[in-house]
């Protein structure tokens, strides 16, 4: 499981043309799925995001979460995030679990966030979405499990 985690001001997924989704101060989550992926993994990646520390505080430093600063989460999947570069010019996402294993997944993460009390909307798997990131910062965090 991989994900890119980006700190916002706002977050929204636009989908044919209509806002299915949007959120204030919060997390942005791109999230990749693996074939390799399981019910365990989306639990520990969920609460290590969940309690990452990449607000700042009185003194300026990185150590609030979002549940400190009542923030929110968007959780938008993204399989490009297996992309494979290594031959030639194309990507290929070879390595990015298939449709029908990794939606359910994504829908487990996103209720897994709900269940450590951070409000978390989606964006609309397999669409094609226009995702509009604030990024605050900029602060944008890799994680891979």
């Known amino acids: ?8 001001q706002k977050g929204e997924v636009i989908v044919a043309g209509n806002t299915i989704s949007a959120i204030e101060r919060g997390f942005v989550i791109l999230l990749g799925i693996g074939p390799q ?10 609460r290590k995001i969940a309690l990452l520390r990449i607000f700042s505080d009185e ?20 399989f490009t995030l297996y992309a494979n570069t290594q031959k030639g010019n194309r990507p290929s996402f070879i390595e990015a ?18 269940e ?4 978390t909307q989606t964006g609309e ?14 602060v944008t965090i890799f994680l891979e499990m």
């Open 97 to 114: 679990a298939l449709p029908e294993f990794a939606s359910p997944l994504v829908d487990l993460f996103a209720a897994c966030m709900r």
């Open 125 to 138: 798997f397999g669409a094609h979405m226009l995702v509009k990131i604030e990024n605050d910062g900029p």
């Open 59 to 78: 003194q300026g430093k990185m150590n609030l979460s979002l549940a400190d600063i009542h923030g929110a989460a968007l959780v938008v999947s993204q």
């Open 116 to 119: 450590h009390d951070i409000p």
């Open 37 to 46: 992926d399981d019910e365990n993994t989306v639990r520990l990646m969920a």
């Open 1 to 8: 499981m991989r994900a890119v985690i980006q700190r916002v």
